[in-house]
């Protein structure tokens, strides 16, 4: 797989010449109801989504219920300050039992229903639901045990790359490939929350592209939905944000989240910025060309006798293009008319008389 060749997901092509593959991640935005969950899938469902996305783990699959220091964020800027990472994970996680209600919607509302897993056995249950592809969250692109269970499915991959070095992701992505997985798309990511504009690095997404030789796109946690829009325009294929009902109900993941009717816009203005990348071209497009007689040309704009001297007075540049080209002003300005001249006629050659001006081989 190159960076340019499609990658199939359900009935969505993945590639730079297609909208881009707009993901609503739930998160623990749920909090902790299953009603929720599927009114959530409901709306990004309305608003366009074209995937949603869970997270699989428990508690006890991602950390470790201890209680001295490092099992605890000690950022006093991070929106989880001060909270243990076992007690965290208990009120983000998503219940397994719920993941087949949720997915159900999901395809019933016409996405793609997927989720990360975090450890092996999130992958064994995830293909019980047989999930058509994964995502590789940043805080694990580096657990080679994860990788290389999930590239064995042979499923395409999407992973994110915060908090990764270039080497570590060469080396994730090496071993992805020798277990198999030969669809694979890498997302720029900022595994700040939120993330502010300054550190985004969009320009990244190309160099990615080319140094790994695969498509890619951004997992972003910015407030609105101005770098991501953004980061269509530097090649990204695949946009995964955060989604919740409403910011103001709260919710792990809720302060950095879109609500329904942002998600909506981000879905139009996407497509609108991967439709307007276009190619290089400054040929006229059919529409163009019919608008070139709107363009100036020099007119009369004010009657003239015959022998009259043309003027700054007399002669304008105006709309349309039936005149003279204006590069022609100075040259025409100080000579004289043939004949009686009506205001608002299109300027030409054979209305200047060819003693006071020799017309020129070509015009």
């Not at 940043?138 to 080497?167: C, W, Y």
């Not at 043939?338 to 020129?360: V, Y």
């Amino acid at each position: 797989m190159t960076k340019d060749q499609p990658i199939q997901v359900a009935h969505h092509t993945i590639s730079p010449t297609h909208r881009p593959f707009v993901i609503a991640e739930m998160s623990g935005n749920h909090n902790q109801s299953l009603d929720r969950a599927l009114e959530i899938v409901d709306a990004v469902a309305d608003a366009g989504a074209h995937a949603l996305k869970l997270q699989t783990y428990t508690p006890d699959t991602i950390t470790f219920n201890g209680a001295s220091e490092e099992f605890f964020i000690r950022d006093a800027k991070s929106l989880w300050a001060d909270k243990n990472l076992y007690t965290l994970y208990q009120d983000a996680y998503t219940p397994w039992e719920w993941h087949k209600p949720i997915f159900d919607r999901a395809k019933e509302r016409g996405m793609v229903a997927f989720s990360s897993p975090f450890d092996t056995t999130a992958i064994d249950f995830l293909e019980s639901l047989d999930v058509p592809l994964y995502k590789i969250a940043s805080f694990e692109n580096t657990d080679h045990i994860l990788l290389k269970r999930v590239a064995q499915t042979g499923k395409p991959v999407i992973m994110s790359t915060g908090v990764a070095s270039v080497a570590d992701l060469d080396e994730s992505v090496k071993v992805l490939r020798e277990n198999g997985c030969l669809d694979l798309i890498l997302l720029k990511c900022t595994s700040t929350y939120p993330a502010t504009p300054e550190s985004t690095n969009l320009r990244t997404i190309p160099h990615l592209r080319e140094l790994f030789n695969v498509p890619v796109g951004l997992s972003d946690h910015t407030m609105g939905i101005g770098a991501a829009v953004a980061a269509v325009a530097l090649g990204a294929v695949v946009l995964e944000k955060h989604v919740t009902l409403r910011r103001a109900d709260g919710g792990v993941d809720s302060a950095f989240s879109l609500e329904p009717a942002e998600l909506k816009s981000l879905v139009v203005e996407s497509e609108r910025a991967q439709l307007a990348m276009g190619t290089v071209s400054y040929t006229l497009s059919p529409k163009e060309e019919k608008s070139l007689q709107f363009k100036r040309s020099l007119y009369v704009v004010r009657a003239i006798k015959a022998g009259e001297t043309f003027t700054s007075e007399n002669v304008r540049s105006i709309r349309p293009a039936n005149g003279l080209h204006t590069r022609y002003y100075d040259t025409i300005i100080g000579k004289t008319a043939i004949q009686d001249i009506k205001a608002g006629t299109a300027l030409s050659w054979r209305l200047i008389n060819s003693e006071s001006m020799q017309e020129p081989t070509s015009v």
